[in-house]
Nanobody, 127 residues
């Protein structure tokens, strides 16, 4: 199971750190992705982290690159998404998802490639 948290109401320019904590069978070696779905919009991929050959590979969507940092704490079986300089267009429900498979970049962005999903956490950016 995945539990996403950390959302809230923030003013433009502020930051938030979202957490995705895994329990049960989820492993720290799982590929984890963050997605979001804004009001009236389709779900979109935001960031992903995967463990491959002893290295951690991280990828971000171009639209938010420079404002995101994804990290993981293996001891806590958790993945975090630090979001800085938030803008109103970042308002969305943010979801984390995981799979035991090591996905190539094109698959990393595809929500259908993930086996487990968290319940989502709402981020509202408004003045």
């Amino acid at each position: 199971q995945l539990q996403a948290s950390g959302g809230g109401l923030v003013r433009p320019g502020n930051s938030l750190r979202l957490s995705c904590e895994a329990s049960g069978r989820a492993s720290s070696s799982y590929t984890v992705g963050w997605f979001r779905q804004g009001p009236g919009k389709e779900r979109e991929w935001v960031a992903g982290i995967k463990w491959s050959g002893g290295n951690t590979n991280i990828h971000y969507t171009d639209s938010m690159k420079g404002r995101l940092t994804i990290s993981r704490d293996n001891a806590k079986n958790a993945v975090y998404l630090q979001m800085n300089n938030l803008i109103p267009e970042d308002t969305a429900v943010y979801y984390c998802a995981a799979t035991p498979r090591r996905l190539i970049l094109s698959s990393l962005r595809d929500g259908n490639e993930y086996d487990y999903w968290g319940q989502g956490t709402l981020v509202t950016v408004s003045s």
